[in-house]
């Protein structure tokens, strides 16, 4: 089965240029420092970091551009110090995600220290607030953090999705959403998440249901769209095909390696 290449990320084309110089100077001023740049707020703190942000933040930009501008450098710096690792979950992966009920059973929260999972083409649609029109969903920057306490593990997630990305259009949208459960709570919160009567991802788009478009319109759907999503990734390894970078891939079609997540229909 012949399945569509993983598309361009935000990372290569906002922050792919970084590679060369500001991160890994970000990194030798944190070691120097020492400071912690997977921490947050250590990593705001660098001198580098707010130099980055004043050139990439323009002058007339809103007053919250400086706090989503700062997710995206951080977490662009964490999916490139842990190995750009990025997932694309394929359409039949992504419906078994989003069903009604999701079998997780006894399984504890575990995920990569940073990642970008990567959705079916306009297949999630949102907003970043009441008043703003919907855009597509292209996916999610996901850092996890994991502490231990009298024996149980706790996991802090953040989690910046993307919206509205065309390699053609300057400028994203952002929604940042943050998480911290026990590891044991994930299934229970997770797997079966609905009252009785509601409908997951429901749309009220025009034409949206006959076209199998989806909305986040809660923070639940999008902590259950997220956490389902890394159980696939650590629990259902023959979803999971490793594909190699391209070398000269057309404009639209990412250049790094990447892993598909097929679902029911991966092969060997």
């Keep these: 089965?012949?399945?569509?290449?993983?598309?361009?990320?935000?990372?290569?084309?906002?922050?792919?240029?970084l590679e060369r110089d500001a991160f890994p100077e970000i990194r030798a001023e944190a070691e120097q420092r020492g400071r912690d740049p997977?921490?947050?707020?250590d990593f705001l703190l660098l001198g580098l970091v707010g130099a980055?942000?004043?050139?990439?933040?323009?002058?007339?930009?809103?007053p919250d551009a400086v706090d989503q501008y700062g997710e995206l450098l951080w977490q662009g710096y964490r999916f490139w110090a842990a190995g750009r690792r990025l997932y694309?979950?394929?359409?039949?992966a992504t419906s078994r995600l989003i069903a009604r009920e999701y079998d997780?059973?006894?399984?504890?929260?575990?995920?990569?220290?940073?990642?970008?999972?990567?959705?079916?083409?306009?297949?999630?649609?949102?907003r970043?607030?009441?008043d703003a029109p919907y855009e597509p969903v292209d996916g999610c920057f996901v850092a996890a953090d994991e502490s231990t306490a009298h024996g149980r593990t706790r996991v802090a997630l953040r989690v910046l999705l993307v919206l509205g990305l065309r390699p053609e259009r300057p400028g994203i949208s952002l929604v940042i959403a943050r998480l911290e459960l026990d590891a044991a709570e994930a299934e229970p919160r997770a797997s079966a998440p609905w009252l009785a009567g509601e409908n997951p991802f429901s749309t009220s788009l025009p034409g949206g249901e006959k076209r199998k478009l989806l909305v986040l319109s809660t923070e639940g759907e999008l902590e259950t769209l997220v956490l389902r999503?890394?159980?696939?990734?650590?629990?259902?390894p023959a979803w999971l095909v490793p594909r190699a970078a391209a070398e000269s891939p057309p404009p639209e079609v990412t250049r790094l390696a990447y892993v598909e997540v097929l679902g029911d229909r991966a092969t060997a």
């Design 104 to 126: 997780m059973a006894g399984w504890h929260l575990a995920a990569p220290p940073s990642c970008y999972l990567q959705f079916p083409n306009q297949r999630f649609w949102t």
């Design 38 to 41: 997977f921490v947050h707020d």
């Design 128 to 130: 970043v607030g009441p």
């Design 1 to 17: 089965m012949v399945t569509p290449a993983a598309r361009v990320t935000p990372y290569e084309l906002i922050l792919g240029p």
């Design 88 to 92: 694309s979950f394929g359409d039949a």
């Design 229 to 236: 999503s890394l159980h696939a990734l650590d629990a259902r």
């Design 52 to 62: 980055t942000l004043s050139a990439m933040i323009a002058d007339d930009a809103p």
